[in-house]
């Protein structure tokens, strides 16, 4: 039965076993078909806001500006920084989840539907990384909104700076930080000049870009996978594994994440500002 590239364009929406059923062969026939004829791949939809024309531009054009910095190496001494909720609730994707019973009550009993709270207890967490080292994790208190007053002085004064400090030891460094209401607010601009050696002000670090940013890209994915690959009774257990994987992560991984920063900002470029794809 000839397959045409085109007809899959409608079918998308679709996984491969119920277009198979729908065409009336295998599934193993029609995988063949999509690999080996069509030279197609199957991949899983991810959901990302759609980025304004603008927004591209300023990626684009931002993007070409600290790729150039590169050149000089100044990644390797750039301290990325960013915030993240983590929840008592294990995480887990319900299209790998799957349980073998005979009956739909056995398969219930060994998990088959997973209960999550609408609102489950969680803390917020602060993290800065280079290529050389990491921050101390800071812990959020619950119920405490990060506005500019509490990035200041709970963030910047009381956890980035003494870090810095002293792992840097009198050396240049620059500071990284996104987008977000508190970062980008003008006294939290002001501090970073104020007491900083070197920072990336608002309109340099390109917008809506956790592509670019290592520990969006790759630490707190490889992070919530350790710390929620299970549920926890209190916060207080969910802190401590959090502050053990946290202090576990590898200086060899650290560096190779930071690494692969150049090579994004060229991904990013390459596609005029669109996000690029995940690797």
């Known amino acids: ?23 009336k062969i295998s599934r ?37 500006k600290l790729l150039q910095r590169t050149r000089n190496y100044e990644h390797l001494v750039t301290v990325f920084s960013d915030e993240k ?22 398969a219930f009993a060994n998990g088959k539907t997973i209960h999550q709270a ?3 207890a969680s803390v917020m967490v602060f993290a800065a990384v280079c290529a050389a080292g990491k921050s101390p994790l800071l812990l959020v208190d619950q119920g405490v909104k990060i506005n500019k007053e509490v990035y200041i002085s709970q963030i910047l004064e009381k956890t ?9 030891n009198r050396r240049h460094w620059i500071f990284q930080q996104d987008g977000a209401p508190a970062h980008t607010a003008k ?14 002000p608002k309109d340099e670090w390109p917008p ?18 350790k ?16 502050l053990k994987e946290w202090d576990a992560l590898s200086p060899d991984y650290l560096r190779a994440t930071i690494d692969a920063y150049p090579r994004r900002l060229r991904a990013v470029i390459q596609k005029r500002g669109d996000r690029m794809e995940q690797n």
């Not at 039965?1 to 277009?19: C, D, G, Q, T």
């Not at 008592?88 to 799957?98: K, L, S």
């Open 28 to 64: 193993r026939s029609l995988g063949r078909i999509v690999k080996d004829k069509l030279k197609l791949n199957c991949y899983r939809v991810r959901k990302a806001a759609i980025l304004a024309e603008a927004t591209t531009k300023k990626r684009l054009e931002r993007s070409k």
């Open 1 to 23: 039965m000839p397959v045409r590239a085109e007809s899959f364009a409608v079918l998308v929406h679709r996984s491969i076993r119920k277009m198979a059923e729908g065409m």
């Open 160 to 168: 980035l700076l003494p870090w810095a400090q002293i792992h840097f």
């Open 227 to 242: 710390v929620n690959a299970k549920p926890y009774s209190s916060i207080e257990a969910l802190k401590k594994t959090l």
């Open 85 to 106: 909720l983590f929840t008592v609730q294990a995480e887990f994707n319900p299209q790998n989840h799957r349980v073998l019973a005979e009956t739909s009550e056995e």
């Open 118 to 120: 609408s609102h489950p």
């Open 208 to 225: 809506s870009s956790p592509d670019l940013n290592p520990l969006d890209y790759s630490i707190w994915g490889v992070l919530q996978n």
């Open 187 to 200: 006294l939290s601009q002001q501090w970073c000049e104020t007491h900083l050696p070197a920072f990336i």
